[in-house]
């Protein structure tokens, strides 16, 4: 698991609340990524992080906050969870920019939106 | 549009039944393109990075092949310990910008 730990792992929560995920990292490895995969889909891009407090957007970032305050920790907010918003979230670090070196993943957090 | 698709989408083989997935992309600014495995209730695990046409790599059962338009991911004589589902994922340069792009992924079950 690369020392990737993710939490909860399972939740679920109603329409309308915040809900807030959390990836921590053991590698000290400088970047940071959340990912959402759903059927049929391959994993997209939410949020990633290149250092703490630098945080930038992916494709489906729309819903969703990050912060990074510390090398090890990253945390993805959903401000007011939607249905659309089911899915299961992966963690995943790497030791430089998407696509220069492999990804290691956490193992998810299943997220229920009802 | 930067596109990945991958096939078939399920695959059933008996084992010892040597087959291929395919991973075909349309991306500009290829940089790289990246096999993971991923078993049930797991994140995925990075398996082989390919970054030009001709290249290969192996790793016991598994070895993977890319060309200009796809990649090939060959298991020789699959077990069922083989059974995962497999994704691939090519890093295109597009408008200046390095991006990721996955595939659905191509389920594999191996049955004894």
């Known amino acids: 698991d690369a020392g990737i730990t993710q939490s909860p792992r399972h939740k679920v929560t109603e329409t309308g609340t915040p809900v807030t995920l959390r990836c921590h990292q053991t590698?000290?490895?400088?970047?940071m990524y959340w990912y959402r995969q759903d059927p049929g889909h391959g994993l997209r891009l939410i949020h990633y992080?290149?250092?703490?407090?630098?945080?930038d957007k992916g494709e489906v970032s729309d819903g969703y906050s990050v912060s990074r305050s510390k090398t090890e920790d990253f945390l993805l907010t959903l401000e007011s969870a939607t249905s659309s918003q089911t899915s299961v979230y992966f963690c995943?670090?790497?030791?430089?920019?998407?696509?220069?070196?492999?990804?290691?993943f956490g193992n998810g957090t299943r997220l229920t939106v009802t | 549009e930067d596109q990945v698709t991958q096939s078939p989408e399920a695959l059933r083989l008996q084992e010892g039944e040597s087959s291929s997935l395919n991973c075909s992309y349309t991306?500009?600014?290829?940089?790289?393109l990246f096999w993971y495995r991923q078993d049930p209730g797991k994140g995925p695990e990075f398996l082989f990075t390919?970054?030009?046409a001709g290249e290969e790599k192996e790793k016991e059962r598994l070895k993977a092949t890319l060309t200009k338009k796809e990649s090939f991911l060959h298991i020789t004589a699959p077990k069922p310990e083989d059974s995962a589902t497999y994704l691939c994922?090519?890093?295109?340069?597009?408008?200046?910008?390095?991006?990721?792009?996955f595939g659905a992924g191509t389920r594999l079950a191996v049955h004894p």
């Open positions: 590698e000290n490895h400088r970047y």
């Open positions: 995943a670090i790497s030791t430089d920019r998407v696509g220069n070196s492999p990804l290691h």
């Open positions: 992080s290149y250092g703490v407090k630098d945080t």
């Open positions: 390919l970054y030009s």
């Open positions: 991306v500009s600014g290829l940089r790289g």
């Open positions: 994922a090519v890093q295109a340069l597009t408008g200046g910008y390095n991006k990721l792009i």
